[in-house]
C-alpha cells in the first residue's frame, strides 16, 4: 500500500491510501477536496471511500464536496459522531476492506470527540501496519478532552491504540510534534528519546518535510501521555494511577504557553 499525506489548511493532514494493484484509494479526512483529488490523480488512484476520523469541521468539512466530486462514493464515520457528509457509520470493530490487498478495522477511541474512530490498516504485502489516529493520539501529543474523560482517553490511548503492534505506523491528524516533544522534556527533562526526537523533527519542519509517521513503539518512549503507566510519570504529577496522571499532564498542557 502506499500512503500519501497531503497537507491541508494551516497544520492538518488528510491521507490518501492507495491499494497498488488496483488503484483503488480511501481519502482520510479530506477536508481540501480538490489537494486530495489532485493527490490521487497524480499516482493515478481512484478514490472509493473516505474515512473520516471525528465530526470536527477541519476533518469532516469536505466531505460534501467529495461525494459531488465522485459519485457513489461512501463516505464512513463514528456512529456516535454527527459527522457531515456521512453515507454509512461503523462502530467498533468494524471491518473494510480497499481494493484487493488492504484491510481496515475502525477503532472507537473516544474523548477527543464522542464518537472518534481511529482507522487500522493492514495489506497482505509483507510492510508494517498503518493507523490514523485523527485528534486522539498525536506525535507525543493527544486531544484535548472536549467530548470526554481521562478514563476514556487512557483507555483509547494506551489500550486500545496502545496494543496494537509495536511497528504499526501513526499518522495522526496535525503537525504538532515539535510542540508537543517542547512540553514533554518541561515533563521528562532527562529523556534522550524525546531529545533526539526534537531535534530530527525541527530539522524536519525547517526542510519544509512531515514528523509523520511515528510508531506505537516510538510514542511508548517518546509521548508522556501514553507512559503514564509508568511510576515516575505519576509521582511528577502527585498521582496515585495511570488515569489520574493522564488528567493532571492533559490540564498542564492545556494551561502550557509554550
Known amino acids: 500500500m502506499k500512503i500519501i499525506p497531503v497537507a491541508c489548511l494551516e497544520d492538518n493532514y ?3 491510501i492507495v491499494d497498488e494493484s488496483t488503484k483503488s484509494a480511501a481519502a482520510v479526512d479530506p477536508v481540501e477536496p480538490e489537494k486530495v483529488l489532485a493527490a490521487a490523480a497524480e499516482v493515478g488512484a481512484r478514490i472509493d471511500c473516505v474515512l473520516t476520523t471525528h465530526h470536527h469541521w477541519d476533518h469532516a468539512g469536505g466531505n460534501e464536496k467529495m461525494t459531488q466530486s ?3 462514493i461512501k463516505v464512513y464515520g463514528g456512529s456516535l459522531d454527527n459527522v457531515k457528509g456521512c453515507t454509512d457509520q461503523v462502530e467498533n470493530g468494524t ?3 480497499l481494493g484487493k490487498d488492504i484491510e481496515i478495522i475502525c477503532l472507537h ?6 464518537g472518534h474512530i481511529s482507522y487500522y490498516i493492514t495489506s497482505k504485502e509483507e510492510e508494517d501496519p498503518a493507523v490514523f489516529t485523527g485528534d486522539t493520539l498525536f506525535i507525543a501529543g493527544c486531544g484535548r478532552f472536549f467530548e470526554g474523560t ?3 482517553m487512557y483507555q483509547s490511548l494506551c489500550v486500545t491504540l496502545g496494543s496494537l503492534p509495536k511497528p504499526t505506523r ?3 491528524g496535525h503537525e504538532y510534534t515539535v510542540k508537543n516533544l517542547k ?4 515533563v521528562e527533562p532527562e529523556n534522550e528519546k524525546v531529545k533526539q526526537k526534537l531535534e530530527w523533527a525541527q530539522k524536519q519542519r525547517e526542510a519544509n518535510q512531515p514528523t509523520i509517521p511515528s510508531t506505537v513503539g516510538e510514542e511508548f518512549e517518546t509521548n508522556t501521555f501514553m507512559r503514564v503507566d509508568l511510576p515516575e ?3 511528577k504529577f502527585g498521582a496515585k494511577t495511570p488515569v489520574e496522571a493522564l488528567r493532571e499532564v492533559r490540564k498542564t498542557k492545556d494551561n502550557w504557553k509554550g
Open 95 to 97: 471491518k473494510l476492506s
Open 14 to 16: 488528510a491521507y490518501l
Open 70 to 72: 465522485v459519485p457513489g
Open 183 to 186: 512540553f514533554t522534556l518541561t
Open 150 to 152: 481521562a478514563e476514556q
Open 109 to 114: 477511541t473516544p474523548c477527543h470527540t464522542k
Open 170 to 172: 501513526v499518522y495522526c
Open 233 to 235: 510519570i505519576q509521582a
